[in-house]
């Protein structure tokens, strides 16, 4: 059982495990296994049941379990004892195989999948308008707008045109309740830029 500096949650199907390290400590290996030293006690580490480290506080490790981390395919991520972010080392399989780019390239060729994705983005981008709407009193014409203007389907274009509908709903809140502040469609002609409403 690893001990009070450790968590561990269950992440994939596979009933490996992300680690949590919330002590100060190190990494060795002792006979083929991983101990974490933290303060006065020892932890083994079950390497082979892991999916991902993250580690919260000061954690050294030499190169040889990096190497080891690497082959077993381990991301180790850093934090610093309050949370933030600071790094993480990605084995090298994950980061250069072009697994990733080959994954991308599948979802791009595969229209059906692409489109997909690109409703996901326009979702997500009108539940933030909604979400920064929802803060002013003049609220409820906009989100019934919002709220009544649907994606019917079709293609990238049409995709592009329910988006752009969203935006006009958005830039004209902003323009209804922040004060001094207009955005206008500018429109380039040869001489000079023109404002348009």
Not at 5 to 21: A, G, S, T
Not at 72 to 97: A, D, L, Q
Not at 147 to 156: P, Q, S
Not at 158 to 180: C, D, H, K, T, V
Request: net charge positive; aromatic share 14%.
């Amino acid at each position: 059982m690893l001990g009070k500096c450790v968590k561990r949650q269950k992440i994939d199907l596979f009933m490996k495990e992300h680690l949590y390290l919330i002590e100060n400590g190190m990494f060795l290996k002792e006979s083929n296994t991983i101990v974490f030293v933290g303060g006065k006690e020892r932890y083994r580490i079950p390497i082979n049941r892991i999916s991902a480290i993250s580690c919260f506080g000061k954690v050294s490790m030499s190169s040889m379990i990096v190497s080891l981390f690497c082959k077993k395919n381990i991301p180790v991520h850093i934090f610093s004892k309050y949370g933030k972010y600071e790094g993480s080392f990605m084995p090298v399989e994950w980061t250069y195989s072009g697994k990733v780019l080959i994954q991308q390239a599948e979802y791009y060729l595969n229209k059906e999948k692409r489109m997909n994705i690109c409703k996901m983005f326009v979702e997500g981008c009108k539940n933030s308008m909604s979400e920064v709407i929802r803060d002013y009193k003049t609220r409820k014409q906009f989100l019934d707008e919002l709220k009544n203007t649907t994606f019917a389907g079709g293609d990238e274009n049409q995709l592009r045109s329910y988006e752009g509908r969203l935006w006009q709903i958005f830039y004209r809140f902003l323009n209804a309740n922040i004060r001094n502040f207009d955005f206008y469609h500018r429109k380039q002609t040869r001489r000079k830029m023109k404002l348009m409403h």
